[in-house]
């Protein structure tokens, strides 16, 4: 991913005083949760980033819904170009229902707008193109080579 990309996602740092606190949740443990989401996006999904913590909270925004388990969710999303484009695609196109003193809809507001303005989506469908035409490429060498 391009320098500028990772710190645009990255850069400011939100904080606390960008989100409002909810009644069992304060502003800043949003704060956490935003920048850890942008992070593990602009570091490309690493599995040492996706610790329960997070999950547990990823697992409730941007409309996803519950897997069995944080293992499901990993495989469903983190594993290959195509399950990390689903993943940004929902982030990016997800309304944020909700009135931010119960929902983290102000978090998923700034994460996708992050998102939208460095066209993480286009990057990662750019990368989706790109794999699809290495696979072909690699399939019609295999058909071309002699037996």
Not at 10 to 34: H, I, N, Y
Not at 48 to 64: D, N, S
Not at 97 to 118: K, M
Request: glycine share 4%.
């Amino acid at each position: 991913m391009p320098p500028a990309t990772i710190r645009a996602l990255r850069e400011p740092v939100l904080t606390a005083a960008d989100f409002t606190p909810m009644k069992f949740t304060p502003a800043d443990t949003k704060a956490w949760f935003a920048n850890h989401f942008l992070r593990f996006l602009s570091s490309d999904f690493p599995k040492h980033h996706f610790t329960l913590r997070f999950y547990r909270q990823v697992m409730h925004t941007f409309g996803h819904i519950a897997h069995y388990n944080a293992a499901g969710y990993w495989a469903e999303f983190f594993t290959s170009t195509t399950g990390k484009i689903e993943f940004i695609e929902q982030a990016v196109h997800h309304p944020c229902y909700g009135d931010p003193t119960h929902t983290f809809s102000d978090v998923e507001r700034e994460i996708a707008r992050r998102l939208r303005q460095v066209r993480l989506l286009d990057l990662y469908r750019e990368r989706g193109q790109a794999d699809r035409r290495r696979c072909g490429a690699g399939r019609v060498h295999a058909l071309e080579s002699p037996v």
